[in-house]
């Protein structure tokens, strides 16, 4: 955007939040000639008395990227442009001493994954990511934080591509530790540890998986149990690791099949009938041919 040219009103007013909030960090904002950056100037904040003071624990100029800001701007209600504004600045200023999250080249290296449930997410709007299964997404992640809409905005890739470089970024770290789930007496089972569920995709590379995958729980945020689906015995172990999940408390509670690269939720609903609790299966269709296969 050259800003000698005719700006749209939309950029004014932005541009007039930025510099409002800008003040109220205790800075003064430049604009780069092209509407893309500015730099905040000074660093002087007031304390709780008012009085101004120098904050000497962060830099006195610091660079904001805005292009991506802008975008998301432009998707977004007016009323909700206060905010947005006030998180991106806050955000930079409290992080001003680290590499810029908005900068790809800063932190290419530390882009990762991390999978949650869906309804551990407050706002999926706010996040960069994508659904892994029904009730799971992956988030992009820069140093264990959730990369926002307006960072990656102003990335040269598409977030899709980005979560690509994410991934290969975790492919290439320390490999996983294999084990045996000892806890799940009576059922097959191996633990990955230092994994999510991410890492299904090269779980051939750490077990036998089988032409019928394999069934998956998320015990904890670090590591991931999987039985495989070889015969009749699997309808034993969707109950083992329910139950299991469910003592364990991870990010879900819920039991998975892998299959063919796709993550798919297993029902399995714990009810009280007659006075006893039972486990009742709705396995999904697909699944559902796999143990009329294995039951015949």
């Known amino acids: 955007m050259d800003r000698t040219s005719p700006r749209s009103v939309e950029d004014v007013d932005v ?30 904040g007031a304390d709780g008395d008012g ?26 209600a007016r009323e909700d442009w206060p905010m947005l504004v006030s998180e991106h600045l806050a955000r930079r200023v409290a992080d001003a001493a680290l590499p810029d999250p908005c900068d790809l080249d800063q932190v290419r290296t530390a882009l990762r ?4 449930a869906v309804d551990d997410v407050p706002d999926l709007s706010r996040v960069v990511g994508r ?22 905005g102003c990335w040269p890739i598409p977030p899709a591509q980005a979560l690509e470089v994410a991934l290969a970024n975790m492919r290439g770290d320390r490999r996983l530790s294999v084990s045996r789930a000892e806890e799940l007496t009576g059922v097959r089972a191996w633990r990955l540890s230092g994994a999510t569920a991410s890492h299904l995709r090269w ?4 077990v036998a998986v089988p032409r019928d995958g394999v069934l998956v729980v998320l015990p904890d945020r670090g590591s991931v149990v999987v039985h495989p689906v070889e015969g009749i015995g699997v309808v034993r172990a969707i109950e083992r690791l329910r139950m299991h999940a469910l003592r364990s408390g991870g990010p879900t509670t819920q039991v998975y099949w892998w299959h063919e690269g796709r993550l798919t939720r297993i029902r399995a609903d714990i009810v009280l009938q007659e006075g006893q609790t039972r486990l009742v299966v709705v396995p999904p269709p697909d699944f ?5 296969r294995l039951a015949g």
């Open 288 to 292: 559902a041919r796999v143990l009329a």
């Open 131 to 152: 659904h892994l299964g029904s009730d799971l997404v992956e988030l992009l992640t820069v140093r264990s934080r959730p990369v926002r809409p307006e960072e990656a």
């Open 113 to 116: 994954v991390t999978v949650e």
């Open 51 to 76: 009085h101004r003071e120098i904050r000497r624990e962060i830099p006195r100029e610091i660079t904001v990227r805005v292009s991506g800001l802008r975008r998301e701007a432009g998707r977004r």
């Open 203 to 206: 779980l051939g590379e750490y």
């Open 15 to 44: 541009d007039s939040l930025l510099a409002l909030v800008a003040e109220s960090l205790g800075y003064t904002c430049v604009f780069a000639p092209d509407g893309a950056s500015l730099t905040l100037l000074g660093g002087a």
